[in-house]
């Protein structure tokens, strides 16, 4: 869990993490906002279903995965928060969903 | 100087199921590989176990690579039961999807020609129409026309099969020696030396299986194996959940769950740097036969250098200069490891190759004398 | 498009090196994947509070960022390089060129460039402690990338852990930022102490300002009374799922944040992605590119600037990125070698003493040993779950080097594709055969250097 520090920036966008509505100041990343929400974790490994959270948001760890606007498995810390936008858990491999 | 009973040159996927056949019999065998860093087409290849292209104008490769075929499921349980390594091999067959009816019918017209030149040996094939197809695979795409299916066909996972054959031929007493690439050789009838890795070593007989490096040493062992790099590029995407339940030829997935993209041929001599063009070739047409392909990342792609003789059958051959030298050559690493493990390596341990290889000799490249 | 100069990575190197050879008449593109410039150095600045928790040196990344935008220089943001063609020719009578492929909002593109300056900059040494997977667990820099980038700080008890400037500075930070943390667990072996005294007085004297400003951040933390433990050794972090506690050789304390910190080191996966000449760096631990004074390296078309041919920290990183720049206008006939010569001297008396420090804090900082021989139990690549144990039995079973081992195992084949456990996974296996850490070779890795997908790749836009 991370919380916005005394002085911050008004939280100013508003996203949804696994449902649920949390708000990030601009220039915040997907995985912060994850990060507020303060999820457990943020993607089970599909190697060995461990649970895991962002480690270096800096896009060299690809631990940060996440389902973003229906999308799997995009870096959570390269993909900077906007209005709307819906934040859920990368459970293991991607599905498929072939029309 | 250690003395061995077999020197196998070539720690590849056809070095490793040889000296795996060999040490399984109980012979003293060197495996003599180089270092981290090189060509190892044993890296780059796509886990097929793949029949039916194999062969086309020349029965016996078909036949040889339908014995090899046959021998897989022996060999994938004698490797899991000994290793522990799961080898992931499915045999349920295998599609080639045609694109154009062009493809459609030279692919049919090449299923025809197999079945004939198979003669009495029979070779099992239907040729599929698109409504079939997409009843199999889910999301199959508008511009497949129809496509090809055996029997024979499977998949591995060949990573697992390299690791396993390793492991297994060191829990048979196999010796490995990496980096050690062959500085000097001496060659006599049953009497082979080679100095390796800073060390002399020596063995009544030895099979080259090194695969483009074979190209320079068999003359020094009185054979020749005119092989060249054949340059082949493949894609790697995201794991995903399951998505077909057969492989094709240039598209399949992997226990993991990641799907391999191919195929290309490009000659570029021994150059393994990646060329966006053909990446993207290989993209779009995974895109025009899967559409919904196109929303997968590509994680990680490669290219390496297939080891291709001058009409890209198997190269098997004993030396008569220096009887006891012998020697394995073929791009279908993965599809022959059970041939190179279960048949050749007991020919080999025999001291002779059995005539059904004397087709794939390399006397074969000989230009005849004007009859 | 063609230009003369491409550069990839707009953090300090790229960014003064595009401002400059844009001023010197080269038609420059610097390329970058965020979607604004500053690297990770600066991330976030243009939004900044000033004064700033994060400190002086934060702001000092915005002039860099105005003159990159007041310069002609073209500037693509949200847009990765996926590949990098290094012997490429635009006339195929002329030099060799370079051709880039990039790919931006799911639609390919390439790019030809005379000239190409890799400047991506540094990451962080990975630290394989038992548990280190945990959510919770973090690096020293990624909790300042979350305080630059949003304001956020760690709710709960953090525990800082490792050893470098990086890691008293995020401490400060925090600190300043409200959220001070529990413990700083400092990892530096004792014989680090003797080795770092043996630095030349002269070195010193030219780092005495950095010396300054460290010791300066050692006395800031005494006086915020955050507990300082020093040679901490048998760093584990504890929890089921979630961290929950973090251990040591004679210690434990309850967290819900670690960051880790031991250092940073080039990024070299593009670098090695082109198969450059690269060096083992014994006195910094890790392998860097070969390159000259001017960056170029072992082919013609390509220069490295920045952390990324060697650490040298945000203010060297800039100025080699000048140099590279001047050396690129010369290569490229705008100006000759004379002129190049001298603009560059100025140049280079600030970049001997901003290098000053280096060699002190590299003896001092250097990592223990045990950051190379994690126990077998631990998780050396994180994508693939390969244990340090797996990677030993491999190497018992006369795996070459670390790519024999991946196709055994399939560590470096994962989403990071062996950025994190490249440096791991040749040490562990260095350790195992008993050899120096140089001499195990890296991985190769390829192209695509960033995830593309199969739709971009194959031209058409994706939705």
Known sequence: ?99 | MRRFEFIVIGGGLVGTAIGYGLSRAGLTVALVDEGDVAYRASRGNFGLVWVQSKGLGAPHYQRWTRASAAAWPLLASELEARTGIAIGLEQRGGLQLCLSEDELATRRAVMQQMQREAGNFGFDYRMLDPAELAAMLPGLGQAVVGGSWTPYDGHANSLALFHALHQGFAANGGTYLPRSSVTEAFAAPHDFRIEAGGETIGAPAIVLAAGLGNASLAPLFGLSTPVRPQRGQILVTERTTKAWPIPLGSIRQTPEGTILLGSSEEEVGFDTGQNPQVMQKIARRAVLTFPWLAELQIVRAWAALRVMPPDGLPIYDESERFPGAFTANCHSGVTLAGAHANLFAPMVAQGALDPVLAPFSARRFDVPAAA | MTVDLAIVGAGPAGMAAAALAAELGLDTLIIDEQDEPGGQIYRGGARAADPSPLGADYLAGRPLVAALHSSAARYRPATTVWHIDPVWHIDPAGPPAALLSLVSGGASETVAARRILVATGAIERPVPIPGWTLPGVMTAGAAQILLKTADLVPDGRCVLAGQGPLLYLVAQQLAAAGAPPVAVLETTPGENYLAATSCRVGELWAARRDLAKGLGLLFGLRRAAIPVRRGVRGLRALGRGRLEAVAWDGGEIAAEHLLLHEGVIPNIQISLGLQLAHQWDERELCWRPTVDQWGRTSLATVAIAGDGAGIVGAAAAALTGRLAALDAAALLGRIDLAERDRRAAPIRASLAREAAIQPFLAALYRPADNLFDPPDAVVVCRCEAVSAGQIRRAVRLGAPGPNQVKAFLRCGMGPCQGRVCGPLVGAVIAKARGVPLGEVETYRPRAPYKPITVGALAGLASR
């Open chain 1, 1 to 99: 869990m991370f919380r916005p520090r005394p002085d911050s920036r008004e939280a100013t966008i508003a996203v949804e993490v696994e449902g649920r509505t949390v708000r990030v100041p601009a220039g915040a990343s997907a995985a912060a906002a994850v990060l507020v929400a303060g999820l457990a974790s943020i993607r089970d490994n599909p190697a060995d279903g461990g649970t895991r959270a962002p480690y270096c948001m800096m896009g060299i760890c690809f631990e940060c995965l996440a389902e973003i606007d229906g999308v799997p498995n995009r870096q959570g810390c390269m993909v900077a928060a906007r209005p709307g936008m819906r934040i859920r858990r990368q459970r293991g491999a991607r599905s498929l969903a072939i029309e």
